[in-house]
C-alpha cells in the first residue's frame, strides 16, 4: 500500500515558536534533524548537512503530514526554497518583540516568494502578550504592502489550539469545501 | 542559446565556508543536479565564488588570470564585474538556475561576443533584481534587524548550552536520503526513510529556561479569551445561540427584506462603540464610552485593548448589546491624564475585563444583531473579505474558518456564501455582521476569480482527515 505524504513548513526568525509550534502538534517529539545532501557528499568531507526540526502527524496508516521548521541562523546564505519541494504550505511565525517585525516579514516573504505564489501561506505573530505593538491591523497593511494574500493571527505557540488554528487556516484557504 | 544543452555546467567552487559548501552541495546533489555538475578546476566551465568570504575574491582573480571562464558570484552585495553573474543573496534556487542559463549565453561557442553578452545580461539582472538589492539595502543598514532582541539574548545565553548537545552529529548513513534534495516529482518518498532509520536524533525536551521573563514583563497576557475547553456543550451551544440567533430557514436575495430577522444597528451601544473606535484609531487617543449606568468600556487604540467593567459573557452585557438605547443615554469620552491614570489602575487590576479591541467590538457586534441582518445594509453587491479577522482572538462559532476562506477567496454576498457552503445560514450572517463591523470587507473588484476557482480541489479527503484529526484533539 502506498504511503502519502506531505509537509507543512514552519518558518521565521529565531525564537519566533517553530519548535514550539511543531511539538505542539506533533504525534513524536520533536526532533532535531540533519538532513543529508545525497551521493555527492558520501566521497567528499566535511560532511553536508542541513539542520532542521522535524514533526510528524500520522493520519491511519498510510498518511502522514511532515511538520518541518526551518534552521534559525542561516539568513542570507540560506538557500530557504529547496526546503519547500513536496509542501502544501508555509506558516510563517513573527515575533512581535523583534526590533523590525517588517523586515522580518519581508526577508521571510521573499525567501519563500516562489513557493508562497505557488501554495499557500498562513501568517502567525507570537509574543504579542509580551507586547502590543505593533498590532495585527499593522501586519495586515504590510502584507497588502508587499502584495501577499494571506490569513494573519495573533497565536502564543505554546498554546496547541492556536497553532491548530493556523493549520486550519492553511488548509480551508487550500480548499474550502473541506468538512470536517 | 547554443550552448543551452542538455548537460549540466560543469562549475567549480571556489574558497566558501563549509556551511554555504554544504548548502550548494546539497542543492547541486538534488534538485540541481540536470544544471550544475561539480569538477575540478581545471575542467569548469564556470566558477561558483562567494565574494563575502574572506580571501574569496582573491583566488578568484589568480584563477581567472591563468584560466579566465565567467563566474556565478554570490552575494549580498550587488557585484559588477566583466563575466559574472552576480546571484543576490539570499539564495533562492531558482536563481541559481537562472545564473547557469546567464552563464551558458556568455561561454565561447555562443555567437555573443562575451563582453557584450555578459554586459548586457548583467544590466538585466541588475534590474529584475532591483527591488531586492533594496530590500538587501535596508537590510544592511541595521546589522540588529535579524539579531535577537536585548531579553532574547540574555535569555539564549542562559540555555545555549543544551542547545548545543541537542546538536550533537551523528554518524552518517549512506541510506539516509535527503527529503528536500529529492529531484522527483513534489512528494517526498524519502521522508518515509528518514522516520524509518534511526539517523535522526532525539533530543532532550526543550528547556523551561525557554519559557519566560518572569517579574517585570508587562502585564498583557491577561486578555480575556473564550476557552472553549471549560464550558460543557450545552453552554457552548447556548453562547453561539446569543452569538448567531437560531434561525433554520434561509432567507435569499429575493426576501430577505420581508424577513423577521431585521435590525437596526444604529439603536444600540454598538453603534457608539464603532464611533468611538474611529474616533480613537484617527486621534489616537484613548476614548471611553459610558453608559447612563455609570459602566463603561475603553478602548485602547496604542495597544489594540479595550476593557469593559461589564463582563462580556455575562447576561448583563448580552441584554445591554440586545436592548434599544434611547437617545443620549451614552457618551463618548475622552478621559484627561488624571482620569486615566485612575482607569489605567482599574484596567490593571481588573485584567480579566481587558479584551482584545476588535475581540470586544466582534462580541458586541454578534449580540446585538443576534444572527439578523441589518435593516439598512446593502445586501445584495457581492463583497470580498479583504482581510481575515483574528479568529484566535475573536470569539468563536462554527464555520468561521471556511467562511473566511472562501470570502477571501471569492466575493459574494450573504446569500451567495450560504449557498456555496453547506453551513448554516446564520453562521455566515453573524460572520457577516463581525467582519463587516471589524471593517474587513471590500466593495468586489471584478478581478477574474473564476480561473482561481476552475483548478480541482486536490487532497480534500487528507485535509479532511487532518482537520478532524487536529480539532478532536488527537493524541496530544
Ligand atoms: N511569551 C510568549 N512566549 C512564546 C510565545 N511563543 C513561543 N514562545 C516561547 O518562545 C521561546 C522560543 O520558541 P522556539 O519554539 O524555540 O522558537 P524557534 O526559534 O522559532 O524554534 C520558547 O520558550 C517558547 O515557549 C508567545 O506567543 N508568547
Ligand atoms: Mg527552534
Redesign the interface.
Known sequence: MT?????IIFTG???AGK??AI?????I??????????????S?K??????MD?G??R??EN????L?GTPGQ?????????????G?GLILLLDN????PY??M??YT??FR?FIQQEQLVVGITR??????P???DY?SWLKELSI?A?????DA?D???V??L???L?????????? | MLNSSNNPLKVALLSI???????????????GKSIFQ?VAIKEAEALVV?FDHPGARQEWEENIRVNPVPAIVLS?KECDVENTVWVP??????A?VQSAEQIRQVLPDTTYSVDSAAGAEKQRTASDMSS?RE?LD??QK?K???G??G??QRE?AKVAPSFAS??V??E???S???????SGD????A??Q??GTDD????E??SDNE?L?GAG??Q??Q?TTPDESEQDQEKQQQRWDLLCGQATQRVTAANWQESTQLYTPENYLLNSLIDALNLSRTSKQYVQVILDSGNYMLLMP????AYSSIDLYSELFTDVCGTPLQGGKVKLHLPSTTELSELEEVVVQDARQTY?M?GLIWTTSLLTSHGRLSRNADLSSPLRLK??P????LEQFPDA??I???W??KAGNVFDLSEW?DVPQRHVIAFFNGAHTLGLFEVDQGEAEQEKQAAP?K??G??????????GG???
Open positions: 504511503t502519502t505524504n506531505k509537509k526568525p529565531v525564537g519548535t514550539t511539538e505542539a502538534i506533533s504525534d517529539s520533536i526532533i532535531r534533524t540533519d538532513e543529508y545532501a545525497s551521493d555527492m557528499t558520501k567528499r566535511p560532511q553536508t548537512t542541513v539542520a522535524y510528524l502527524i493520519l491511519g498518511e502522514r503530514v511532515h518541518y542561516e539568513r542570507f546564505d540560506f538557500m530557504w526554497d529547496i526546503l519547500t519541494k513536496g502544501i518583540t523583534r526590533p523590525d523586515r522580518d519581508k526577508f521573499n525567501a516562489d504579542l502578550d509580551l507586547q502590543r505593538k498590532g495585527i491591523n495586515r494574500d490569513p494573519v493571527f495573533e497565536v505554546r496547541r489550539s492556536d491548530t488554528s493549520v486550519q487556516a488548509l480551508y484557504s487550500l480548499d474550502p469545501g473541506v468538512t470536517t | 565556508s563549509p556551511h554555504n559548501r554544504a548548502i550548494l552541495e546539497f542543492f547541486f546533489a538534488g534538485s561539480i562567494d549580498v543573496k539570499p539564495l533562492t534556487s531558482q541559481l531586492l530590500l535596508s537590510q541595521d540588529q534587524v535579524f535577537l532582541s531579553w532574547q539564549r541537542a546538536g552529529a551523528y552518517a548513513d549512506d539516509a536520503a535527503s527529503v528536500v534534495a529529492e513534489g512528494i517526498a518518498p521522508d518515509e528518514l522516520i535522526v536524533y532525539v533530543p525536551p526543550l519559557v521573563p514583563s508587562l498583557l497576557g486578555v496604542d495597544v489594540n485593548l482584545d476588535e482581510s481575515w483574528n479568529l484566535t482572538r474558518m471556511p473566511a476562506a472562501l477571501h477567496e457552503l480541489k487532497n480534500r487528507l485535509f479532511s482527515r487532518l482537520l478532524k484529526r487536529l480539532l488527537g493524541k496530544k
